[in-house]
């Protein structure tokens, strides 16, 4: 028994091998990011920053199903309008009016994507899934107004609301690929929802904010070169 389930392994890892092409993936591209709160904020913007990566496409049925792990550097966060009205400690006065508050989160991010494609040897089509895990290296708070600026870093498990540098998450999206050169460019959209809460739940924060949980959309355009002979 034991040598037959050795004889077939060993076959199914030469047929693999035998059809398999690994490409080596590039990308780069703009990301539009928001966050999920029960309630929405007032004048909640989606926030614009950028993403880039690389990653590998293993085949497991030639031409049709493959697995590609991605590591990638993004930027999330939001937009809100504020009315805020507090002291100066500088010059002290009452100091009101309308603010932009924006919120900045640098995640590395490890998706790993099931893919489906289909098509031609030119153009082929591609719809893509899987779960996601993403560390955030950095954060920083921006509140701009008219009278001033303020800019400070988010210090996570010792600010008042920000505690999960964590973000796990699905991603689901598709593109298209046209073979150009020896590789192909690919154009890939993309929407990521996560599952984990970014600030602390319960008294720290607003019964509006109990749930904060990142969406993302992004944009990228990649190149993927083929490794060894097909």
Do not use: W
Not at 45 to 69: C, E, H, R, T, W
Not at 118 to 145: Q, T
Not at 155 to 168: A, E, L, M, V
């Amino acid at each position: 028994m034991k040598k037959s389930i050795s004889s077939l392994v060993i076959s199914l890892f030469f047929c693999f091998t035998s059809y398999a092409q690994i490409s080596f993936i590039t990308k780069a591209g703009v990301t539009f990011s928001d966050i999920n709160f029960d309630k929405k904020q007032p004048e909640q913007q989606y926030k614009m920053g950028l993403v880039a990566g690389a990653g590998f496409n293993l085949p497991v049925i030639k031409d049709f199903f493959s697995i590609q792990p991605e590591l990638l550097y993004i930027q999330k966060g939001y937009i809100s309008e504020l009315n805020l009205q507090a002291i100066d400690n500088d010059d002290p006065i009452l100091i009101s009016g309308k603010y932009q508050d924006r919120i900045h989160l640098n995640y590395l991010e490890l998706p790993v994507l099931a893919k489906i494609s289909f098509g031609g040897e030119i153009i082929r089509a591609y719809v893509n899934a899987g779960p996601s895990l993403g560390y955030c290296i950095k954060g920083v708070r921006k509140i701009e107004g008219e009278e001033r600026k303020t800019e400070s870093d988010i210090k996570f498990g010792h600010d008042q609301y920000f505690d999960n540098r964590f973000d796990f998450g699905a991603q689901f999206g598709g593109g298209i690929g046209l073979q150009a050169g020896p590789g192909v460019l690919l154009l890939d959209v993309r929407y990521g929802l996560g599952f984990s809460n970014l600030y602390k739940t319960g008294n720290t924060v607003s019964q509006e904010e109990a749930q904060s949980k990142h969406q993302v959309f992004a944009l990228t355009m990649g190149y993927a070169i083929p490794l060894g002979k097909k």
